[in-house]
């Protein structure tokens, strides 16, 4: 499964960007897929993260500013970031899983494919 990231940017502390996760040649259907973030010098980080079918976790400092939503028409996963802030530039990872459980979804080392990674920077 190769995972395509996109969506990132430059943008304003407090406006949106929503990031896209999706692969080429096969479907996300059955698979979890989660996005982490990595900034400069820290470790990545699970951001929030959809099971299959539907149920959500997300990083409980981000609740209320991301939404993670899966449209499985169009084969993508989409991260909806909003009120951003400059804290929150770092590069966002999708990450993609056929088999994980619920309390797995924040572990980077439960999932099996990853995509590139696109640059969020949030200017102050």
């Known amino acids: 499964v190769q995972l395509q990231a996109s969506g990132g940017g430059l943008v304003q502390a407090g406006g949106s960007l929503r990031l896209s996760c999706t692969t080429s040649g096969r479907t996300l259907s059955g698979y979890s897929v989660s996005w982490f973030r990595q900034a400069p010098g820290k470790e990545r980080e699970f951001v929030v993260g959809i099971r299959w079918p539907g149920s959500t976790a997300y990083a409980d400092s981000l609740k209320g500013r991301f939404t993670i939503s899966r449209d499985s028409a169009k084969n993508t996963v989409y991260l909806q970031m909003n009120s951003l802030k400059p804290e929150d530039t770092a590069i966002y990872y999708c990450?993609?899983?056929?088999?994980?459980?619920?309390?797995?979804?924040?572990?980077?080392?439960?999932?099996?494919?990853w995509g590139q990674g696109t640059q969020v920077t949030v200017s102050s």
């Open positions: 990450a993609a899983s056929s088999s994980i459980i619920y309390s797995m979804l924040g572990v980077a080392a439960s999932y099996d494919y």
